[in-house]
């Protein structure tokens, strides 16, 4: 699976967007983008995930370039409650895939009041 | 509700103990996972398995052991051997899509935490 890198952290302002950056500059054409964050002492949860198409849900946005080789995840008013470190990964969907799901360091996204 | 239940929450072990942590989960997701995450770190792969009675070493196995004995269920067994074995453990499990590809985002269970004293 390709490899990840993110910011060690970030801080955004209460209300305002988060843009959190992901290069993924080796990924291959059949890897999907999946982000997950991961709140003080407890399992990380899912947000979102794309394959070269941007996603939006409840939670965020993801935007992923046209070469593929970075995204972001933006989540559009960001409350306290968004304190956590973020975590994109990229990996195989497929039958024949043994799927390791590896996890970088993430980004610790501080929220400021 | 279905989910994914890791116990206990907290242990304690003495050097030289094994011990096992509980995973089980009641989502019928075929693969399930095991992390080890020590403070302000990422999560570490220890053992993966995608199906009953198979199961593959992830990056850090050494000093750990699994069994996959049934679907629902992924015990972990931290072993004497393991040199550093205070850390808090993340369990996880994965569906497979209805076209049988190994699909789906990943659901953790709240963990459980060792220290060893």
């Known amino acids: 699976d390709a490899k990840t890198t993110q910011p060690t952290s970030m801080d955004c302002a209460e209300g305002r967007a988060a843009n959190l950056p992901c290069n993924h500059s080796?990924?291959?054409?059949?890897?999907?983008v999946y982000w997950y964050r991961q709140i003080h002492s407890q399992g990380p949860q899912y947000i979102i995930h794309?394959?070269?198409n941007n996603e939006t849900n409840e939670m965020a946005s993801l935007i992923i370039t046209e070469d593929r080789k970075s995204s972001t995840l933006i989540l559009p008013h960001a409350t306290l409650r968004d304190t956590a470190v973020y975590y994109c990964?990229?990996?195989?969907?497929?039958?024949?895939?043994?799927?390791?799901?590896?996890f970088g360091p993430g980004t610790s996204l501080s929220v400021i009041p | 509700d279905g989910g994914i239940t890791q116990s206990p929450k907290y242990l304690f072990r003495k050097e030289g103990q094994n011990v096992t942590l509980s995973c089980e989960q009641n989502?019928?997701?075929?693969?399930m996972y095991w992390y080890r995450q020590d403070p302000g770190q990422g999560l570490r792969l220890i053992y993966y398995?995608?199906?009953?009675?198979?199961?593959q070493k992830g990056d850090i196995a050494e000093g750990y052991s699994v069994s996959r004995e049934k679907k629902e269920s992924f015990p972990l067994t931290v072993t004497s051997a393991q040199k550093n074995p205070t850390a808090f453990y993340l369990c996880?499990?994965?569906?497979?899509?209805?076209?049988?590809?190994?699909?789906?985002?990943?659901?953790f269970g709240e963990g459980s935490r060792l220290t060893v004293l």
């Open positions: 990964i990229v990996r195989v969907i497929g039958k024949t895939s043994y799927d390791k799901v590896i």
């Open positions: 398995s995608q199906i009953v009675n198979d199961f």
């Open positions: 794309g394959l070269k």
């Open positions: 989502l019928n997701h075929d693969a």
């Open positions: 996880a499990s994965r569906g497979t899509s209805d076209r049988g590809l190994q699909a789906g985002e990943l659901f």
């Open positions: 080796t990924i291959s054409g059949n890897e999907y």
